[in-house]
């Protein structure tokens, strides 16, 4: 699949928004966050502005942004319909939440209980995008148990280093956070290892012969293509990135995403530079994240090009 | 309502039936469905430098063609290429906004281009690569089985069957209601043993492929054993020639 732009930024950045989100809901639900009144509406902000920046980037690659509001309508029978109920009512209680911390106070039931709704919306529009992708049956790389989980600990993870920084960078040390930062970033990289496990080790959806319904006369191989120039299905799907580059890629993103912000988190939680050491986690898991999304795009390959021969 | 239609009593379940066994490869049917919907129901269709190096285009029907076989046993086979209107069509159930639709009383699949979107999920939904995206208008298109054809009282009812059906040269396509096990085209499909594409994904695809037919006629051989022939001559030629 080809990656655009545009999806790139929506599936990393509200991963980020919703990923703090979450965290700050349910460290609020659990009293574990410190009562400084100001702290939380600006964390919540900072999340929602990365949700935000996600969502806009979205109706970028929309042939008819202006329509977009039709998209609220299908959530019946569609993840894309359903990711967009969710964001959406993600952001009411999760301002809420942040007023309340500042009117009632962290400790009133009220304010922990929008935490807790908070938290929970921002993670059930993690899975709702992360079902666009696994329910799609063409694209073996997608449509497998590894999608959804993956996303939910991407989110966590993506949450973990953004709030262990901006704690950091508040408080000047973030003891707790920076160790569950590392053990998100040892969770999510592991879970990206299992998944390109798993991916190698398919076999594809169809062959040729059976998806020309002529496997009764052996194999089957392209002669003419329709036309001679690509077409719209090739464009869009019919992307093939080159192995030796995806070797490559795949260690750029496991070190920037993963192990490089877990050897910061070490460094924040020891004590050492933790403002520096956490900022630069964050840094460093946006950009190994967006490359991480780039493969998933790159390396998932949808059967319809069987019928030219890819 | 991107849901799925109930299906409705006695509904009919338009389609084709495209038989390998004598499409030509000639790419009538893709020109005169580019001819025809290109001034039909989702008008006009993009054409990017037709003439030029890099030609591009919405096209609702695509002719491949694959060699099926291997050595002297092996075969031609020229396959055209359109939507299905599946039974269980994943591009209608992703659509967010209700543009893509079924249709209950025959099940063609569509899309309402006043209310897509152009987010292209439909077309990554679709494993048989049949939606195609009209960059220039910002909505998915693909084919309507000619709809405004097929039900078009101003034609004469002898062409209300798609572009692509009537122009065949060879007779290779049909249409019908494949709902209707007594249909001429549900028995075509009995008698050739019509196949579905990609059954094992689930989609349920209503068109048929009719397989390319196994029967050779058996050539003579070339030439005949001179031996036990009662003519003199031959069999002294064979027996001269033989040494």
Redesign the interface.
């Known amino acids: 699949?080809t990656p655009a732009t545009s999806v790139l930024l929506l599936t990393t950045l509200t991963g980020f928004g919703y990923g703090l989100i979450a965290w700050l809901g349910i460290l609020a639900a659990l009293g574990f966050l410190p009562s400084a009144p100001l702290f939380l509406p600006i964390a919540v902000l900072v999340g929602l502005g990365f949700a935000n920046a996600g969502l806009v980037a979205s109706t970028l690659?929309?042939?008819?942004?202006e329509?977009?509001w039709?998209?609220?309508?299908?959530w019946?029978?569609?993840?894309?319909?359903r990711e967009?109920v969710a964001s959406l009512s993600t952001f009411p209680p999760t301002i809420v939440f942040a007023a309340l911390w500042w009117i009632l106070g962290p400790d009133a039931l009220a304010t922990r209980t929008f935490g807790a709704i908070a938290a929970v919306l921002g993670l059930v529009t993690v899975g709702c995008t992360a079902m666009?992708y696994a329910?799609?049956?063409?694209?073996r790389q997608w449509h497998n148990p590894h999608t959804m989980p993956d996303y939910l600990i991407y989110a966590v993870f993506s949450g973990a280093v953004l709030l262990a920084a901006i704690w950091a960078l508040w408080f000047g040390a973030a003891h707790g956070l920076a160790i569950a930062a590392l053990i998100a970033a040892v969770a999510a990289g592991s879970a990206k290892f299992a998944y390109w496990h798993f991916i190698d080790r398919q076999k594809p959806?169809?062959t040729?012969?059976?998806?020309?319904?002529?496997a009764?006369?052996?194999?089957?191989?392209?002669?003419?293509?329709?036309?001679?120039?690509?077409?719209?299905?090739l464009r869009?799907?019919g992307y093939q990135i080159a192995r030796k580059h995806a070797v490559k890629l795949r260690w750029i993103a496991l070190t920037l995403a993963f192990l490089l912000p877990a050897l910061l988190a070490l460094l924040a939680a020891s004590g050492i530079a933790p403002v520096g050491a956490a900022t630069a986690a964050a840094f460093s898991a946006l950009v190994g994240l967006l490359v991480e999304r780039w493969l998933f795009f790159a390396e998932a390959t949808?059967?319809?090009?069987i019928?030219?021969g890819r | 309502m991107t849901s799925l239609p109930q299906p409705l009593p006695g509904a009919k379940k338009l389609g084709l039936v495209i038989d390998l066994d004598t499409c030509v490869g000639c790419h009538a049917c893709a020109v005169n469905c580019k001819e025809w919907n290109t001034g039909g129901h989702y008008a006009p269709l993009p054409d990017h430098e037709p003439y030029g190096k890099d030609p591009a285009g919405v096209w609702f029907n695509r002719i491949h063609s694959y060699e099926a076989g291997c050595g002297s046993t092996s075969r031609t086979v020229n396959f055209p290429r359109s939507c299905l209107h599946c039974d269980e069509p994943q591009c209608v159930t992703v659509c967010p906004t209700g543009a893509s639709y079924k249709r209950a009383e025959d099940g063609i699949v569509l899309v309402n281009t006043d209310i897509c979107i152009g987010c292209k999920l439909c077309s990554w939904a679709c494993p048989y690569g049949a939606r195609e995206f009209d960059d220039d208008a910002g909505v998915m298109k693909k084919c309507t089985l000619c709809i405004d054809r097929i039900y078009n009282e101003t034609l004469p009812e002898a062409e209300r069957e798609p572009a692509c059906v009537a122009t065949c040269p060879s007779r290779a396509r049909h249409f019908g209601d494949l709902g209707d096990p007594n249909s001429k085209v549900s028995q075509l499909v009995a008698e050739r043993a019509g196949v579905a594409l990609m059954p094992e994904l689930g989609y349920a695809p209503v068109n048929r492929y009719l397989p390319p037919r196994k029967a050779t006629i058996p050539a003579k051989p070339l030439e005949q054993r001179a031996t036990g022939t009662t003519n003199a001559l031959l069999r002294m030629i064979d027996k001269v020639l033989s040494r």
Not at chain 1, 76 to 81: A, D, F, I, Q, T
Not at chain 1, 208 to 214: E, F, K, P, Q, Y
């Open positions: 699949m690659h929309l042939g008819h942004p329509r977009a039709r998209a609220f309508s299908q019946r029978s569609s993840w894309l319909s967009g666009i329910s799609l049956k063409p694209i959806l169809v040729l012969a059976s998806a020309t319904g002529l009764a006369f052996g194999t089957v191989r392209p002669l003419d293509q329709p036309h001679f120039a690509e077409n719209y299905v869009e799907m949808h059967v319809s090009t019928y030219y």
